[in-house]
């Protein structure tokens, strides 16, 4: 799979997805990262890439054609056209299920804006989809970018052990994940949960199952409603609801 990010800012997007588990699979050949400067597409001698915006208002807007010209460098030659992002916070939230379908894709270009924004012109011409990391704005488009593209490489073949690496994870099925603990067996006076020490791998599913069920309901119970619930999840939803409401009648 093969990742191209436009940017002002390769260096930063370099040091952290070079590096650690996404690094390792672009080593390995399993994904591609480019990351492509903007600005060297800058026809301006001094390598501007903003101006001001027409009918006023505050700060500057990136100008379409270094934007586009890096775009090119990358799409130009190609028989088919990559699904291109635009990290804004007018985009969709991003969120797992998006991760897993972006992981399907072949090549993928990610647009990073700065400043006030982008010329709507360039968006128009080449991007395909807006994503969001949330509510809320960052000073550019690279931190929102590699959220992304880490989440989405993750789930790609060979870039984790297993596929057990990450389906047990929150989010994973719309459920959050179960409490998980190492060594040592007590640790300021809080013990290790002895059906974890039990060997007995049936019971542990079970208690993860249970646990995972437990820990959306209390942090996150909104998510049930897409989760994949068996009769023996729902019947364990009940027990823990009619629990929790009898602890509040205490």
């Not at 700065?114 to 709507?120: A, F, I, L, P």
């Not at 996150?220 to 009898?246: C, H, M, N, V, Y």
Request: with cysteine.
């Amino acid at each position: 799979m093969r990742f191209d990010v436009l940017t002002l800012f390769d260096p930063m997007l370099e040091a952290v997805l070079g590096d650690s588990i996404i690094g390792r699979a672009r080593d390995k050949g399993i994904i591609e990262l480019n990351f492509i400067n903007i600005r060297d597409f800058s026809k301006d001698k001094h390598k501007k890439v903003d101006d001001y915006p027409y009918g006023g208002g505050t700060g500057m807007l990136m100008a379409p054609q270094p934007i586009y010209d890096a775009y090119m460098s990358v799409a130009g030659g190609l028989s088919y056209k990559p699904l291109t992002i635009y990290m804004s916070p007018q985009g969709k939230t991003f969120n797992q299920q998006m991760a897993v379908d972006l992981s399907k894709e072949e090549h993928i270009v990610i647009l990073c804006g700065h400043y006030e924004g982008v010329d709507q012109r360039v968006l128009d011409e080449i991007v395909d989809m807006e994503l969001s990391l949330g509510d809320f704005v960052l000073t550019g488009g690279e931190i929102a970018a590699m959220a992304v593209i880490d989440a989405t490489a993750r789930l790609i073949d060979g870039v984790l052990a297993g596929e057990a690496s990450y389906t047990g994870e929150s989010h994973y099925n719309s459920l959050l994940e179960y409490p998980q603990y190492t060594r040592p067996p007590e640790f300021m006076g809080r013990e290790v949960p002895e059906i974890l020490l039990s060997g007995h791998h049936a019971n542990i599913e079970a208690w993860k199952r249970e646990k995972s069920l437990e820990v959306t309901y209390k942090k996150r119970p909104e998510l049930l409603s897409k989760a994949q619930l068996s009769g023996e999840d729902i019947a364990f939803l009940r027990r823990l609801k009619k629990g929790i409401d009898t602890d509040k009648n205490v």
